[in-house]
């Protein structure tokens, strides 16, 4: 993993860990830092290639990742990340916002390396994880913000209630939302977002 974007933090703002959604790229969540009123963002660019951009793992289907790649992907992740935060001087665990797929990851690095990654935004993202993910028992305590579209045809709301039950089986501290639309990031998301991080 070595293309990231790095936007530094205003003064007394955290820096988000920033996961695309598939097909994405690095780029994609760094209008977050300003639109949050300078929070910084540590935004890696995902290493699978997923035309026009890149993924973090390889699916079976809609939120059901294969497994060895998800276990894989997920150790390369922690080793750069635990390597990157150290380099840029960044405190850990990071709060991570995670877009689709890239909310998959999120998650899955709070479960798995809660030294890491702690407070977790899942935008369109609030996908079940597997059992051998929660397992690790991360997510225990973890605050978690859940937002999608009711009409979100890539995050189906009853996937995406399954979803929230895992999460909540796992110990995490889920507030969930639920907006008109589909697939994406709005307004809704951003202000949710800002209250959710103040009240951190």
Known sequence: MTAYRHLPA?????????LHGRGGREDDLLGLGEALGGVGILAPRGPEP?????AWF????????VLESFEQRIAELAEWLGATAAELGLGTPLTAVGFSNGGMMAGAMAATHPELVGDVAL?????????????AGGLRGRRVLAIGGENDPFLPVSIALEGVAVYRA???????TLRPGGHGIGQEEIDALREWLAAG
């Open 10 to 18: 205003a003064a007394g703002a955290p820096t988000l860990l920033a």
């Open 50 to 54: 997923q035309p026009p951009g890149y």
């Open 58 to 65: 390889l699916n079976r289907g809609i939120g059901i990742p």
């Open 123 to 135: 935008l369109s993202s609030v996908y079940p994880l597997p059992d051998e993910i929660t397992s």
């Open 170 to 176: 796992a110990g995490a501290d889920l507030s969930a």
